[in-house]
């Protein structure tokens, strides 16, 4: 009998009971797995910073951050060079902010884990810039993150939908003029986010500093370290492994809340919030098109999968407007 026959049977038989499987969440395996505090966007004197890269390379080892990547413009900073600041609680992930120009807008595109300079790629179009700096970082087994697309507002989800080989994405970006929510009539990164994962795009959203200001006052017009970063899942904390579990979607995102434990299961997540002092929590469960499937605050904050969703994401959010950001989860 015909597979569709056997269908049919069984939906006239079992008329409650459709012929597809109930829906499941992709199960990541994340046995034996820690959790790494780490910036990958940050600047110093070799670039246009304001403090030479081990001033800088310190602050993020003083305020408790396990890995830190220094991307400057267009340049390569060796982290052999700063060995005497790296042991097992902290590590130089060597970076580079490949930054180019399509006419009046900036296309830079950072590369993680890169073994030396990478030149800035120039094309004909928007999308082939964006495309040919990704590739790129690539073609040197190193991983690429699109940076701050509304910065002069530069390109949206409709040039990142024709991007490949991409797979992370500033949702949130320290420095100040970079436009993270959007407006007049552009759209906000989360949103952004959620047009490429409803349109079948996988990709993982980060949060980074993008800091240029370590000295003098620190203030909101500056662009001070320590307002975004990641927080990735790995056993160990080694530049592969890192990059790697970043575009495997194991880490979220945050600019201030902590998240004690993330747990997907068949038909299930739940997220242990770690509370600060008094603060209250408020956990949004988002689906396609940036639709709210549920909002709760609980903690943990607990999502059953009752319908078949393409992704689910979710955003923490504190009493003060930080918030953290849990990487979608897709079904099969
Ligand atoms: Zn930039
Ligand atoms: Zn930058």
Redesign the pocket.
């Known amino acids: 009998m015909p597979r569709s026959s056997h269908c049919v049977l069984i939906v006239a038989l079992f008329a409650l009971f459709a012929c597809d499987s109930a829906p499941e969440f992709e199960v990541p395996d994340a046995t034996g797995m820690r959790w790494f505090k780490g910036n990958t966007?940050?600047?110093t004197t070799m670039s246009d910073g304001d403090s030479p890269p081990e001033v800088v390379a310190r602050w993020y080892k003083d305020h408790g951050y396990r890995f830190l990547v220094l991307?400057d413009?267009n340049v390569f900073l060796d982290p052999l060079t700063l060995s005497t600041l790296q042991d097992s609680a902290f590590l130089l992930i060597p970076g580079e902010?490949v930054s180019a120009k399509f006419r009046e807008k900036p296309v830079?595109v950072?590369g993680l884990n890169v073994p030396g300079v990478i030149a800035p790629q120039s094309d004909s179009s928007l999308v082939g810039t964006i495309q040919k700096n990704v590739d790129a970082i690539r073609s040197v087994n190193a991983v690429p993150h699109i940076?701050?697309p509304n910065f002069r507002w530069a390109f949206n989800h409709r040039e990142l939908l024709q991007i490949r080989n991409d797979k992370l994405l500033e949702i949130f970006n320290g420095?100040p003029q970079v436009h993270n929510l959007g407006g007049g009539g552009w759209p906000g990164m989360e949103q952004v986010w959620d047009h490429l994962l409803s349109a079948g795009k996988r990709v993982y959203g980060i949060a980074v500093d993008?800091a240029?200001h370590f000295q003098g006052e620190f203030a909101t017009e500056r662009s001070n370290p320590g307002r975004g970063w990641v927080v990735v899942k790995a056993q160990n904390l080694a530049p592969r492994e890192i990059v790697e579990n970043l575009e495997a979607g194991f880490f979220y995102a945050s600019t201030g809340v902590v998240l004690h434990e993330i747990q997907i299961e068949s038909q299930k997540i739940t997220i242990h919030i770690q509370p600060q002092g008094d603060f209250k929590y408020r956990t949004e469960f988002i689906g396609a098109h940036g639709r709210i499937l549920l909002a709760t605050e609980d903690n943990p904050a607990v999502f059953e999968l009752h319908n078949r969703e393409s992704y689910v994401r979710a955003k923490v959010s504190d009493s003060s407007g930080r918030a953290a950001w849990v990487q979608p989860v897709f079904t099969r």
């Open positions: 966007h940050t600047h991307s413009h902010e830079h950072n940076n701050h420095h993008d240029h």
